[in-house]
């Protein structure tokens, strides 16, 4: 793609342009663009029916987001279910990636652990969409000890993260006010930690 | 209850205000399609359970005005209005959370200038 293809996407991307970006992905068959946009102009048939399945793009993390978020939309209790294994991979892609990244923490890391707060509010989005289904029906036996286990499960996963997050709050936050040397300290010691 | 503290970590958990408008968007645009789903399963709750009831509407409405206010803050006027022409969807807001709304509509203004 040439460079001011590129920038032009960049900018309507930050002006929001969905509709814009959706028929520009449309008329070049770019499924990156598509599985970017598509969801958020609630385009969800379209998304599942040809983008979805037609798509070979490189996987990524992103790539299993977006079929996370497709199938959260189908909203019944085995889509909830495949969207949690595509967070799984996600997860496990994500972190493979994390452990390649230089070990003192600089700014490349930044992009995944934004990716990986998207990636745990997607799981919380599936214990959402659960706990609704559950109050609108009572739940049987076998359903509640699937539900328990994957309670705990998210419980650790949701601490570690939790933590990840206030890291990345305090990494930001020495920025603006602390001496350089004392946000370096910070950041290698956060390094260790995340080792 | 579960949902309620999910919600209410979303709300404490947002990116820095400096950091990149399409980062915001990523959450917030999902965000608030889970909002939605969240708005239309208590939406038979509005005389047995209030609070309940208006969750969904509350939180909608707070995400909504936090992303219109990054977006006016980061200088990228459009954007902020378009967030708030598009991202409601629920024009019937309830009594109870005007607040926010009027706030909404106090970015608008300054962004209309």
Same mark, same amino acid.
């Given at each position: ?195 | 209850? !579960? ?14 205000? $400096? !950091? ?5 968007? !990523? ?7 889970? @909002? ?20 969904? @509407?509350?939180?909608?409405? $707070? ?17 902020? %209005?378009? %967030?708030?022409?598009?991202? @409601? ?10 607040? !926010? ?13």
């Amino acid at each position: 793609m040439c460079l001011w293809e590129e920038q032009w996407l960049a900018c309507s991307h930050r002006l929001n342009q969905w509709e814009v970006l959706v028929d520009f992905g449309r008329s070049v068959e770019n499924y990156d663009i598509l599985l970017d946009t598509l969801w958020k102009v609630s385009e969800w048939q379209n998304l599942k029916d040809t983008v979805l399945p037609k798509a070979q793009v490189e996987e990524s993390p992103k790539f299993r987001m977006v079929q996370a978020y497709a199938a959260l939309n189908e909203n019944s209790l085995s889509s909830v279910n495949e969207a949690d294994m595509r967070v799984g991979q996600g997860v496990e892609m994500a972190l493979h990636q994390w452990w390649q990244l230089p070990e003192m923490a600089v700014q490349s890391h930044i992009p995944l652990l934004e990716q990986f707060q998207q990636l745990v509010e997607l799981q919380e989005s599936a214990r959402v969409l659960l706990e609704i289904g559950n109050g609108n029906k009572a739940p049987s036996q076998g359903s509640g000890q699937l539900v328990g286990v994957q309670v705990a499960l998210h419980c650790n996963f949701c601490y570690v993260l939790e933590t990840c997050a206030s890291f990345q709050a305090l990494a930001s936050y020495p920025h603006s006010c602390k001496p350089k040397k004392l946000y370096t300290d910070c950041r290698v010691q956060q390094g260790h930690m995340w080792t | 209850m !579960d949902l309620k503290d999910i919600l209410e970590t979303w709300r404490l958990r947002t990116p820095n205000e $400096w !950091d990149e408008l399409t980062v915001w968007t !990523d959450l917030l645009q999902w965000r608030n399609h889970m @909002y939605d789903i969240v708005i239309n399963a208590f939406k038979g709750f509005s005389e047995t359970n209030q609070q309940l009831h208006q969750l969904g @509407y509350r939180d909608k409405a $707070w995400s909504v005005n936090k992303l219109a206010f990054v977006a006016r803050r980061q200088g990228l006027y459009e954007v902020c %209005v378009k %967030v708030l022409n598009n991202m @409601y969807g629920f024009l019937t807001m309830d009594v109870q959370v005007w607040r !926010d709304p009027i706030l909404s509509m106090f970015y608008f203004a300054l962004s209309a200038h």
